[in-house]
């Protein structure tokens, strides 16, 4: 018996697609210094519960991630950011 | 010896305007007496905050960045945490930060040329190779 797609045109089922490189989004955009400031944009580096993202989800470098998770850290401080939030359930 | 600090702090939403005016210019003349210098003063105005401070859903946030003695700078720091109508406040220094991103930036703009360079010359490269070969199918149809 030979391994059949599901769609049924006879062809050997599809290969897993390998992930695509993560690049560092800072690095990308030229960025050197990170600002606590504008946290609409350190908003994408944390979970909906308030977690900082690890490097190797992210795909930031170790420079980058070093700033961004002080600046972060700033943001929380003057309450730019939250610190936890508890997941919403659906009930 | 100046250097670069950046000052920000969160006032109470209750204060009127010209109480606000009235700490903004407190700090500010304290700066100008040791001879510093105001860069920049951002004022956000009014904003809600992602958690409630002291029961207060709303702040007013102010930011200035200055380059004056850093002894002024602890006298603002005590003088900051006796008033009651800042909620929040935060100092950092500018200095060390700016240099290492003075130093990437120069970094990158060297990696960049080198690439430049390199990808030039490999197009350069390329347009060769296929002239060789267009000459070669000239040849081929020749005969």
């Known amino acids: 018996m030979q391994m059949r797609s599901s769609s049924g045109d006879g062809k050997p089922p599809k290969k897993y697609y390998s992930a695509r490189k993560k690049y560092c989004a800072f690095c990308k955009d030229k960025i050197t210094l990170i600002d606590y400031k504008n946290h609409k944009n350190l908003e994408n580096f944390i979970s909906e519960t308030g977690r900082i993202f690890p490097a190797r989800v992210s795909g930031t470098c170790a420079y980058h991630q070093k700033q961004l998770s002080k600046a972060i850290k700033r943001a929380r401080q003057m309450a730019l950011l939250r610190f936890t939030e508890e997941k919403k359930r659906i009930t | ?143």
């Open chain 2, 1 to 143: 010896m100046n250097s670069r600090y950046e000052i920000g702090f969160i006032i109470t939403p209750e204060v009127n305007e010209e109480e606000v005016k009235k700490i903004i210019e407190s700090i500010t003349a304290t700066i100008k007496k040791a001879n510093g210098l105001i860069e920049n003063l951002d004022e956000w105005g009014r904003k809600k905050m992602a958690f409630p401070i002291k029961k207060n859903l709303e702040g007013y946030y102010v930011f200035i960045q200055t380059e004056v003695d850093g002894a002024i700078i602890t006298t603002l720091e005590r003088r900051l945490k006796q008033m009651e109508k800042v909620l929040r406040f935060i100092t950092l220094r500018l200095d060390d930060k700016l240099k290492k991103s003075n130093k990437l930036t120069k970094k990158w703009a060297k990696i960049d040329k080198i690439r430049k360079k390199t990808l030039e010359s490999r197009s350069e490269e390329r347009e060769s190779e296929d002239f060789i070969e267009k000459e070669e199918e000239s040849d081929a149809d020749e005969k």
